[in-house]
């Protein structure tokens, strides 16, 4: 069956570390993987895209890599700070039907 | 721009009631996209437009929900009746082109149907 994976556990970090997600996926062969983030009572928030051609992209403190052998992606936060606290969502397109379709977020926590 | 543009924040109605919720999209966006969303099932695509035409509406949970979109600035999802599996958080979205570029999503209607 068709999956895509978030840790579903909080992932606490101290300030001023790196934070990483993961995201999993099975059975999709996507175009291209993006990242949301979601805060509370708010809608999700575009952050990147990368293409299945891309190894790596870049925005800011923010990076996500894109492994198709793998089928996984990380999403990488430098130097975070306590407001990039949010639940972070990665979302892939599904080829046959054209449809994006949304893992179920990793909540972020990063403590001062 | 004011980005997507969604109505009402919080509905509260009965079981059995009609609910209406309406969503502007991004001036110029030629795709609009209805999700649901809940703790058990995440965010769930119910049904999305193309230059206002409906394209996929397999996501729709049952023949209760409806959705149009009679022109480029307006759409609405419908669910007639109500019932109280149906409370979740709907969102609207829109985008230029069908997602290579992200969506813009508005912040929501939380649905409570008691």
């Known amino acids: 069956s068709q999956k895509i994976e978030q840790n579903s556990e909080a992932l606490n970090i101290q300030e001023g570390k790196t934070a990483t997600l993961t995201c999993n996926y099975t059975?999709?062969?996507?175009?291209?993987l993006q990242w949301y983030r979601q805060d509370p009572g708010r809608g999700p928030v575009f952050l990147l895209l990368i293409r299945e051609n891309e190894k790596e992209k870049r925005k800011e403190r923010l990076k996500v890599t894109f492994d198709t052998t793998l089928k996984q992606s990380l999403f990488h936060i430098t130097a975070s700070q306590p407001a990039d606290s949010a639940t972070y969502l990665c979302a892939l397109d599904d080829s046959n039907t054209g449809k994006l379709i949304f893992g179920q977020g990793t909540t972020l926590q990063v403590k001062p | 721009d004011a980005g997507v543009i969604q109505s009402p924040r919080h509905e509260v109605t009965e079981m059995g009631q009609e609910v209406t919720l309406r969503c502007k999209p991004i001036?110029?966006?030629?795709?609009l996209f209805w999700y649901r969303q809940t703790m058990m099932r995440g965010l769930e695509l119910l049904i999305y437009f193309n230059n206002n035409v409906p394209i996929d509406d397999s996501g729709m949970p049952e023949d209760r929900f409806s959705a149009k979109m009679p022109n480029a600035s307006f759409s609405t999802l419908k669910i007639q009746p109500s019932e109280p599996r149906d409370s979740a958080v709907y969102f609207c979205a829109s985008s230029l082109g069908q997602g290579a570029r992200g969506y813009t999503f508005g912040s929501g209607t939380r649905l409570t149907v008691v």
């Open positions: 001036s110029g966006h030629d795709y």
């Open positions: 059975n999709y062969s996507p175009a291209y």
